[in-house]
């Protein structure tokens, strides 16, 4: 990328020069970390905040890579910002566990960006600047506000809604966004949670974060291997190695779906002592998209008929008394 006159706010890197230039970046970063892990060298400022800050010079520009607050169970994410352009973009350090002294870098990292590369060619992930071993570079997304609307207007009533939790207006938007993906490209998310869906910069629900993502068939899992130029053969490590990353042997007859559904089993307090009228997890894991879409119906009318009475007993609710408590029993209890 050619160098240029920064006047702040007034320029902007072109899409076309971000892959080269993000590209530099990681390479910088690169060095960095290995320079701090291998020598114990650390090259940073706090920032006001309190969040570390490493800066760097690429061609003449100032970049701030801040550590933001939100991270992944198997990263360390930061704001990359070059000094006097708007383009801001998101650097996912890639690690195991606890960081470690010495990181066993391996190939995970680079096939989950793949994965996310791969993904995006469909619109369904931010952009892939650039990756290695290390790190990866892409496109800055926005959060989704996650706020749960209640069905009803009493402000004082604290009820655990559980149904209203699991279907609203942003999680009918995930359920949508996991069956195109599965539909379009056989692939589907083993970690739906909710944080690992945001908009990006054209207001579009994408999902950022790849590494619980996986295939649903061999032929799906080989259009992705083509994609990449993985040869197909029981020679090719390569190919036979993301084969077994991405391929489970016991997956369920629908992913999509069980999957988001049981993060909201396991994430949830003593969920089944209240909804009555769930299959099994042996029985989830059989259920096709029919019987999986017979469900979701089941429970979005159960959820609309406790509103209903919810509603119905408004104008007398105490919250110290009776009636509230009978309330929440109408909510919780099947």
């Given at each position: 990328?050619?160098?240029?006159?920064?006047?702040?706010?007034?320029?902007?890197?072109?899409?076309?020069?971000?892959?080269?230039?993000?590209?530099?970046?990681?390479?910088?970063?690169?060095?960095?970390?290995?320079?701090?892990?291998?020598?114990?060298?650390?090259?940073?400022?706090?920032?006001?905040?309190?969040?570390?800050?490493?800066?760097?010079?690429?061609?003449?520009?100032?970049?701030?890579?801040e550590?933001?607050?939100?991270?992944?169970?198997?990263?360390?994410?930061?704001?990359?910002?070059?000094?006097?352009?708007?383009?801001?973009?998101?650097?996912?350090?890639?690690?195991?566990?606890?960081?470690?002294?010495?990181?066993?870098?391996?190939?995970?990292?680079?096939?989950?960006?793949?994965?996310?590369?791969?993904?995006?060619?469909?619109?369904?992930?931010?952009?892939?600047?650039?990756?290695?071993?290390?790190?990866?570079?892409?496109?800055?997304?926005?959060?989704?506000?996650?706020?749960?609307?209640?069905?009803?207007?009493?402000?004082?009533?604290?009820?655990?809604?559980?149904?209203?939790?699991?279907?609203?207006?942003n999680?009918e938007?995930?359920?949508?966004?996991?069956?195109?993906?599965?539909q379009?490209?056989?692939?589907?998310?083993?970690?739906?949670?909710?944080?690992?869906?945001?908009?990006?910069?054209?207001?579009?629900?994408?999902?950022?974060?790849?590494?619980?993502?996986?295939?649903?068939?061999?032929?799906?899992?080989?259009?992705?291997?083509?994609?990449?130029?993985?040869?197909?053969?029981?020679?090719?490590?390569?190919?036979?190695?993301?084969?077994?990353?991405?391929l489970?042997?016991?997956?369920?007859?629908?992913?999509?779906y069980?999957?988001?559904?049981?993060?909201?089993l396991v994430?949830?307090?003593?969920?089944?002592?209240?909804?009555?009228?769930?299959?099994?997890?042996?029985e989830?894991?059989?259920?096709?998209?029919?019987?999986?879409?017979?469900?979701?119906?089941?429970?979005?009318?159960?959820?609309?008929?406790?509103?209903?009475?919810?509603?119905?007993?408004?104008?007398?609710?105490?919250?110290?008394?009776?009636?509230?408590?009978?309330?929440?029993?109408?909510?919780?209890?099947?």
């Amino acid at each position: 990328m050619p160098n240029k006159k920064i006047t702040k706010g007034s320029q902007t890197l072109q899409p076309t020069d971000l892959p080269a230039y993000y590209s530099q970046v990681l390479e910088e970063w690169t060095k960095l970390v290995k320079l701090e892990e291998g020598h114990k060298v650390k090259q940073l400022i706090i920032t006001k905040t309190g969040t570390p800050e490493h800066l760097m010079e690429i061609e003449g520009m100032l970049v701030s890579l801040e550590m933001l607050s939100s991270q992944g169970h198997n990263s360390f994410v930061y704001l990359v910002k070059t000094y006097g352009y708007p383009n801001e973009a998101i650097l996912k350090h890639f690690k195991t566990g606890e960081f470690p002294e010495q990181p066993n870098y391996t190939t995970e990292a680079k096939l989950e960006a793949r994965l996310q590369k791969y993904a995006h060619v469909h619109g369904l992930a931010p952009a892939v600047f650039a990756f290695n071993e290390v790190a990866m570079i892409s496109e800055k997304c926005k959060a989704i506000d996650f706020k749960i609307p209640k069905c009803y207007s009493y402000n004082n009533l604290n009820v655990d809604f559980i149904l209203q939790q699991w279907f609203n207006e942003n999680t009918e938007k995930i359920l949508t966004f996991i069956k195109r993906m599965y539909q379009e490209i056989g692939m589907y998310n083993t970690d739906p949670n909710e944080g690992n869906y945001m908009l990006n910069q054209s207001e579009k629900l994408i999902q950022i974060d790849y590494g619980g993502n996986r295939f649903d068939k061999k032929k799906s899992f080989d259009t992705f291997a083509i994609a990449n130029g993985f040869v197909k053969g029981k020679s090719n490590r390569m190919y036979l190695s993301c084969q077994k990353q991405l391929l489970l042997e016991d997956q369920p007859t629908y992913p999509p779906y069980f999957y988001w559904f049981n993060q909201k089993l396991v994430n949830g307090t003593n969920v089944r002592q209240y909804l009555k009228l769930l299959p099994s997890t042996d029985e989830l894991k059989l259920m096709d998209e029919s019987q999986w879409e017979e469900l979701f119906f089941k429970l979005r009318t159960r959820r609309d008929e406790n509103c209903n009475k919810i509603k119905a007993l408004e104008e007398n609710i105490n919250p110290q008394g009776q009636t509230a408590l009978f309330v929440q029993h109408i909510v919780r209890k099947f």
